[in-house]
Structures are given as C-alpha cells and as structure tokens.
C-alpha cells in the first residue's frame, strides 16, 4: 500500500494522519523536530466556544468539532495507551451586574445554536471545585461545553496511536515539497505558512508569540476559568495550565517578562494559586491565518499536495471535525470545508481544492 506522507507532529498533522490511519490508509509523518515540539506543546489546553451569538459557519463547524471530541479522545487514548489529558469540566467565568442583560441574550443564544447539546447560564452560587475566580460583584458565568486537554500529552496520544495501528512517525525528517511524493500534507506551522505565502506570491497568515505557564495544584475536576482575557486550566494529573499572552510583535520566541505578569494576574484571579509552584515556562510562535479561521485545502498549482494550516488558539478544539474533512478532501475529493476555511485566491474566491 503507497504510503500518504503528512508532514508535521503538531495537532494538525497528527489528528489528520490519526483520521486517515482509522480509515485504513498507511501514514508517514516526517517531522524536523519532534512532537509537539511547535505551537502545540504549550500548556493552557482550552477548548472553549466561541460565543453563541453572531452566529456563522465557522462557530458551527467548532460547536461540532468541540462536540464529537470525547469520542475522537477516547478512541485515540484507548488504541494508543497513552491519555490525552481530554475532560469536559465546562468552564467559569467572573461577570459584573452591568452585563447582565448581554448575558441573559447570550445564554439565548446558546439555547438556540448549541440545540440542547450543551447549556450556558449565570449563577450566584459559588461554582463547586477547589478553584475558583473572583467575581466582585457575586456573578459567574458557566457553560457546560468548554473541555480541556493537555497539549503535548494528546500530541503524544496521537502518535501512539498512529504507530500502533501502523503508520509511521519519522522524527528528524526534513521534507521538500519538491521532491516529497504525492499524496503529501502540509501542517507545518509558521514556516509553512511563510512557505505557501511565498508559492501563493502573497500574504497568507502570520506567527503570533505566545507564552504560557504550568502551575503545581491539583484541581482536576474543576471546571476551567476565563477571566479577563486569561486561561487558567486545571489538568488531569495535578496541575494547572495558565496563558497565554499573544504578542504580533516580538524579538524573540523565549519566555520573558510578559509571562510573568500572567502568572501574577492569573493568582490573582484564583487566590487558590498564590503559593502554587511554577514548574514549567513555554513559549512559542503560533500560526495565524489572515483569515482567522484554519487554512485548509489543496496547494494551489501542486497537484496532490495539501495544507493545513493557521490554526493559532482553536487548533485542538477544531481538530477532530478538520481531521474529518480533510481525511474526506483526501480520499474522496469530497470537499466539505467551510467557505471561509478554503485558500483563496486574490481575494475574489475560492481556489479550487481538488
């Protein structure tokens, strides 16, 4: 059986190589540097959605997404014997009284668009778990929805998983696309954005730097908290993940001062962590496409090649739904992706994908 090579051990390649593997196909995953060694191998781990309101075609492929991925994790975890870190705790967050009606439209909104899968909804009741935000005015707001996983942990639960049912994972493999043969899939990050960028002759996406921080404090069955602009997100195995910054302009992809002032604020949104130990500091560059949305689809002008790309904070929330349709594109030329998510052309539509 010819081989199909994905090139990239991030999130992107990994769970396409993983759909194409439980489809029967023989993957080859060439990766320079090592798994998770990217944008995926930070620590906040958020699957959160996108807020039910203004509602379109990319927050409903992420609601879907977000919506099939305990069973994607489960599968993944039992056939490689490695846990993702994958839990669906939900997730609190801080609200002030001013905001209230807002909110009221917002729950609304998920009663609508998340059709009785999972509920929003406000309480005065101080949420249940050993973490906990503040609220100055006595008002949480709390889904049901939002999960979290550990990042390079379910980076390594793919990779198992793929070797166990037979592909292939070459690490320290650099690949060219002149030369890598066809079918070949490209989710390689930054680079390979300034990569297609340079093929394409334009602009496609951009590396956002972020940092993140992981803290000593088992919370494992609390659910997440987001209070201004902040992840902090309790892991399976005792710790917690803080983050991130994004920063468009940078000198360098090294941790630094602005990750200490999320580990202070993130302290004192949760009082619970003031004494937790910092065990580790990451930093790295994440993919973002102009568009916002993931970049998917064939290679303009290269026949047999293909891209995924762009996924910068919804990588892991998306993955299972663009494994999907990607495994779909592949094999079948059935192209299912959303408009917005296709490579376009100069801006006047889409680039045929096939």
């Known amino acids: 059986m010819a081989s199909i090579t994905v090139v990239g051990a991030g999130i992107a390649g990994l769970s396409l190589a993983w759909e194409l593997t439980r489809r029967g196909q023989h993957v080859r995953v060439l990766e320079k540097q090592g798994i998770a060694a990217g944008s995926s191998g930070g620590t906040?781990?958020?699957?959160?959605?996108?807020?039910?309101?203004?509602?379109?075609?990319?927050?409903?492929?992420?609601?879907?997404?977000?919506?099939?991925?305990?069973?994607?994790?489960?599968?993944?975890?039992d056939v490689g014997g490695v846990d993702p870190g994958y839990a669906r705790t939900g997730r609190v967050q801080p609200v002030v009284s001013g905001d209230l009606p807002k909110l009221h439209a917002r729950i609304e909104g998920s009663e609508h668009f998340w059709d009785g899968a999972a509920r929003m909804w406000l309480t005065q009741e101080r949420p249940n778990g050993s973490l906990c935000p503040l609220s100055a005015d006595g008002w949480w707001l709390m889904d049901?929805?939002?999960?979290?996983?550990?990042?390079?942990?379910?980076?390594?639960?793919?990779?198992?998983?793929?070797?166990?049912?037979?592909?292939?994972?070459?690490?320290?493999?650099?690949?060219?696309?002149?030369?890598?043969?066809?079918?070949?899939?490209?989710?390689t990050g930054v680079a390979g954005l300034e990569q297609l960028g340079e093929d394409l002759g334009r602009?496609?996406?951009?590396?956002?730097?972020?940092?993140?921080?992981?803290?000593?404090?088992?919370?494992?069955?609390?659910?997440?908290?987001?209070?201004d602009g902040l992840h902090v997100v309790p892991h399976f195995n005792g710790t917690v993940g803080i983050g991130s910054t994004s920063e468009n302009s940078y000198a360098h992809d090294q941790v630094?001062?602005?990750?200490?002032?999320?580990?202070?604020?993130?302290?004192?949104?949760?009082?619970?962590?003031?004494?937790?130990?910092?065990?580790?500091?990451?930093?790295?560059?994440?993919?973002?496409?102009?568009?916002?949305?993931?970049?998917?689809?064939g290679w303009p002008g290269?026949?047999?090649h293909f891209v995924l790309n762009g996924g910068f904070k919804i990588g892991f929330g998306m993955a299972p739904a663009l494994a999907r349709v990607m495994a779909d594109l592949v094999l079948d030329g059935r192209n299912n992706l959303p408009e917005g998510f296709r490579l376009q052309g100069n801006g006047d539509g889409p680039i045929s994908s096939g």
């Open 44 to 77: 906040v781990g958020a699957l959160a959605p996108h807020a039910p309101e203004s509602w379109n075609a990319k927050k409903q492929f992420q609601l879907e997404s977000l919506l099939s991925a305990q069973d994607f994790w489960t599968e993944v975890g």
């Open 302 to 304: 290269r026949p047999g």
């Open 144 to 187: 049901d929805l939002t999960a979290r996983i550990s990042p390079p942990d379910a980076c390594n639960a793919l990779a198992a998983a793929i070797r166990r049912r037979g592909g292939e994972i070459e690490l320290g493999a650099v690949a060219e696309i002149e030369t890598t043969s066809t079918p070949a899939l490209w989710a």
């Open 203 to 227: 602009k496609v996406g951009q590396g956002v730097k972020g940092q993140s921080a992981l803290l000593a404090f088992d919370a494992a069955a609390s659910p997440q908290v987001f209070a």
């Open 256 to 297: 630094d001062h602005l990750l200490d002032d999320v580990i202070t604020k993130s302290r004192a949104i949760c009082p619970e962590l003031a004494d937790a130990k910092v065990i580790s500091r990451w930093a790295g560059i994440r993919p973002r496409a102009r568009s916002r949305a993931p970049l998917a689809g």
